[in-house]
């Protein structure tokens, strides 16, 4: 019996029509970054577990793919320990190295580990995939791209707002209607602090960050089941109510935070980059968000989020600024600041909305149709022509039935086909056929590589 053969869950294979379009995303972020003065690194895809346990909070170590480690990794292990009390315990013994959750942390990681070859502040992007164990559902997978864009070594709120241009710009090239959402770590602290329940900060980002998926009624028991005081709760529902317009929300929060100077800092850092947009017009709609909260540790600053205006889908973009991640390593006082570019989300919104062009559907511009050696000779000569001048084009590698060499030429989208018979052998032609609208005309040998480099075809 042939045994049943199937991927993970939460995986995804990418055919050539997927990949096509996948890459038409990378490059065109790809070249975003690049303008914007960004260069590119790689790291592996597993680290040593310290590396990225305590990064994410309880939630996020939960959701971290562990490797075991090579050879008997049961050697070392006391039998006794194999209890649900001591998993941790049990997991440090067999399991030292995971799959990375992000690109941010190993990107803290390589700074410091290389902190004398690069030069601050550093400006990376990074492209690569990373994995969570999540319960797999629509826009959610356990292996997926991340575009990450960080400069590192700078203070400056001019870097948030650079950012700001970045999303503005890839979703604009994209087209793809955005809104994004800001916030600033700063504010939630000063939202707790003011409530008297400092101590209580991760409870209360990690509450606030499912107020849009559970509502207010759900955050509510969250915070209690979390020990907060009822009083202390109260002080933090007239926050969560109110809208997104930051000239009605300011004054309002700056009243709250007259004892708390984080959060004053916060209110600052968040009219600062308002001021750059006022002065600097995007095409996206920016807006002040208290509700979002990003539950990741390491944010200490201004916290993006960016949502698919037409389609009901999670965020497709998202980041913050980051102070105390390299210390965690060793280099204090470097911080960092940047996004992700969610690229499955991404694709799966365009695939959606029809937003993929021409370009990102079609394999090959141009086929050769192949009727024997001595044509075939002509169609290798000609092709590499084409490709010489930037022209994408294949030869059909077999002696076949012309039908089945066009409908390999319709199943691959490619426009035009060139036939080299006889006759066009006789006269010095080619003949072109557009797939499209189904003309076919004759050209003579010397006009063939003008007609298609001029785009007259």
């Given at each position: 019996?042939?045994?049943?053969?199937?991927?993970?869950?939460?995986?995804?294979?990418?055919?050539?029509?997927?990949?096509?379009r996948?890459?038409?995303?990378?490059?065109n972020?790809?070249?975003?970054?690049r303008?914007?003065?960004?260069?590119?690194?790689?790291?592996?895809?597993?680290?040593?577990?310290?590396?990225?346990?305590?990064?994410?909070?309880?939630?996020?170590?939960?959701?971290?793919?562990?490797?075991?480690?090579?050879?008997?990794?049961?050697?070392?292990?006391?039998?006794?320990?194999?209890?649900?009390?001591?998993?941790?315990?049990?997991?440090?013994?067999?399991?030292?190295?995971?799959?990375?959750?992000?690109?941010?942390?190993?990107?803290?990681?390589?700074?410091?580990?290389?902190?004398?070859?690069?030069?601050?502040?550093?400006?990376?992007?990074?492209?690569?995939?990373?994995?969570?164990?999540?319960?797999?559902?629509?826009?959610?997978?356990?292996?997926?791209?991340?575009?990450?864009?960080?400069?590192?070594?700078?203070?400056?709120?001019?870097?948030?707002?650079?950012?700001?241009?970045?999303?503005?710009?890839?979703f604009?090239?994209?087209?793809?209607?955005?809104?994004?959402k800001?916030?600033?770590?700063?504010?939630?602290?000063?939202?707790?602090?003011?409530?008297?329940?400092p101590?209580?900060?991760?409870?209360?980002?990690?509450?606030?960050?499912?107020?849009?998926?559970?509502?207010?009624?759900?955050?509510?028991?969250?915070?209690?089941?979390?020990?907060?005081p009822?009083?202390?709760?109260?002080?933090?529902?007239?926050?969560?109510?109110?809208t997104?317009?930051?000239?009605?929300?300011?004054?309002?929060?700056?009243?709250?935070?007259?004892?708390?100077?984080?959060?004053?800092?916060?209110?600052?850092?968040?009219?600062?980059?308002?001021?750059?947009?006022?002065?600097?017009?995007?095409?996206?709609?920016?807006?002040?968000?208290?509700?979002?909260?990003?539950?990741?540790?390491?944010?200490?600053?201004?916290?993006?989020?960016?949502?698919?205006?037409?389609?009901?889908?999670?965020?497709?973009?998202?980041?913050?600024?980051?102070?105390?991640?390299?210390?965690?390593?060793?280099?204090?006082?470097?911080?960092?600041?940047?996004?992700?570019?969610?690229?499955?989300?991404?694709?799966?919104?365009?695939?959606?909305?029809?937003?993929?062009?021409?370009?990102?559907?079609?394999?090959?511009?141009?086929?050769?149709?192949?009727?024997?050696?001595?044509?075939?000779?002509?169609?290798?000569?000609?092709?590499?022509?084409?490709?010489?001048?930037?022209?994408?084009?294949?030869?059909?590698?077999?002696?076949?039935?012309?039908?089945?060499?066009?409908?390999?030429?319709?199943?691959?989208?490619?426009?035009?086909?060139?036939?080299?018979?006889?006759?066009?052998?006789k006269?010095?032609?080619?003949?072109?056929?557009?797939?499209?609208?189904?003309?076919?005309?004759?050209?003579?040998?010397?006009?063939?590589?003008?007609?298609?480099?001029?785009?007259?075809?």
């Amino acid at each position: 019996m042939a045994q049943q053969i199937s991927i993970p869950k939460g995986t995804r294979d990418f055919g050539q029509k997927e990949m096509i379009r996948r890459n038409y995303i990378f490059d065109n972020i790809k070249s975003v970054f690049r303008k914007y003065g960004y260069s590119p690194i790689e790291t592996p895809a597993m680290e040593n577990l310290s590396t990225l346990l305590g990064k994410y909070g309880d939630e996020g170590d939960k959701l971290l793919f562990k490797i075991l480690n090579s050879g008997n990794y049961l050697e070392k292990l006391d039998k006794e320990n194999l209890t649900a009390d001591n998993l941790s315990k049990v997991t440090g013994i067999i399991s030292e190295k995971g799959l990375r959750y992000d690109l941010t942390v190993p990107f803290a990681r390589f700074v410091v580990q290389h902190r004398n070859e690069i030069h601050f502040p550093f400006k990376r992007y990074q492209m690569q995939p990373v994995w969570r164990a999540d319960r797999p559902q629509k826009g959610r997978y356990r292996e997926f791209y991340q575009c990450d864009v960080d400069v590192i070594g700078s203070n400056s709120l001019l870097n948030e707002f650079e950012l700001l241009q970045i999303i503005d710009e890839v979703f604009d090239k994209l087209n793809i209607n955005v809104t994004v959402k800001l916030n600033n770590r700063k504010i939630l602290f000063g939202l707790a602090e003011s409530a008297g329940v400092p101590d209580k900060f991760m409870a209360v980002t990690v509450a606030i960050d499912k107020l849009e998926k559970i509502g207010l009624d759900n955050v509510v028991k969250e915070l209690e089941n979390s020990g907060l005081p009822v009083d202390a709760i109260e002080k933090l529902i007239p926050v969560l109510e109110l809208t997104k317009n930051i000239h009605e929300n300011i004054p309002f929060i700056e009243k709250m935070f007259e004892n708390s100077e984080t959060g004053k800092k916060g209110i600052e850092e968040i009219k600062t980059i308002f001021e750059y947009l006022e002065e600097n017009k995007l095409n996206t709609k920016v807006e002040f968000d208290l509700n979002l909260a990003r539950g990741l540790n390491y944010y200490t600053g201004t916290i993006f989020e960016v949502k698919a205006n037409d389609v009901e889908i999670g965020s497709i973009c998202g980041g913050g600024r980051y102070d105390d991640l390299t210390a965690i390593f060793g280099l204090k006082d470097i911080s960092g600041v940047g996004i992700s570019f969610g690229a499955d989300r991404i694709y799966d919104v365009m695939t959606q909305l029809e937003l993929f062009p021409e370009e990102a559907q079609k394999f090959t511009d141009i086929l050769f149709v192949n009727f024997g050696k001595e044509e075939e000779r002509q169609c290798i000569k000609h092709a590499k022509r084409l490709r010489e001048a930037g022209i994408s084009c294949e030869i059909y590698p077999d002696k076949a039935k012309f039908d089945k060499q066009f409908k390999y030429a319709d199943n691959k989208n490619i426009k035009f086909v060139v036939i080299i018979g006889e006759e066009e052998l006789k006269n010095n032609t080619l003949s072109v056929k557009n797939m499209i609208n189904g003309v076919q005309e004759k050209i003579s040998i010397d006009k063939f590589l003008e007609y298609f480099s001029t785009g007259t075809a």
